[in-house]
């Protein structure tokens, strides 16, 4: 097996058992509390991560631009992004949320046109479609309920 595909796969593990904890976390904490606790928390992980595999030495070498594109994704994916998730869950539950969120690639794939002069192809229009259709599939089920938090 390809060595990207079993990452990718673990990748989608991680991801997909994430938003199940945070929901059973949400219960007894707000997601502003729940999203600064997940974030020490991997940032610590990560800082220890990196300082075992001898790789702290890498971030001198980095520069500045990349320094400020990574720390805007930063800004942007991880207290904006999962503060949002972790919101959408309490809202309409893991089920209807994480498929939105999964939406990403749609998401890219417009960025990558109007800005990165990237071409679509045929196959990934079909790809995007698809995700729209499913996009409007969960979100006409949950306009149809009233959108209160869950616990």
Not at 16 to 26: D, Q
Not at 109 to 117: D, E, N, P, Q, S
Request: aromatic content about 10%; overall charge positive; hydrophobic content about 50%.
């Amino acid at each position: 097996m390809n060595i990207g595909i079993l990452l990718g796969f673990l990748a989608a593990c991680g991801w997909g058992s994430a938003v199940v904890f945070a929901k059973v976390g949400l219960r007894s904490l707000p997601t502003g509390a729940g999203t600064l606790v997940s974030l020490w928390a991997g940032f610590i992980f990560l800082t220890i991560t990196i300082f075992c595999l001898n790789q702290q030495h890498d971030l001198l070498d980095v520069g500045v631009s990349s320094l400020f594109l990574m720390a805007l994704l930063g800004i942007i994916t991880y207290p904006i992004g999962r503060f949002c998730n972790y919101t959408g869950i309490t809202y309409i539950g893991v089920s209807r949320a994480t498929p939105i969120v999964a939406s990403n690639p749609l998401i890219a794939t417009v960025w990558a046109i109007t800005l990165g002069g990237e071409k679509i192809h045929f196959l990934t229009g079909i790809g995007t479609l698809a995700i729209i259709a499913g996009i409007s599939l969960i979100l006409s089920e949950s306009l149809h309920e009233k959108n209160q938090p869950k616990r």
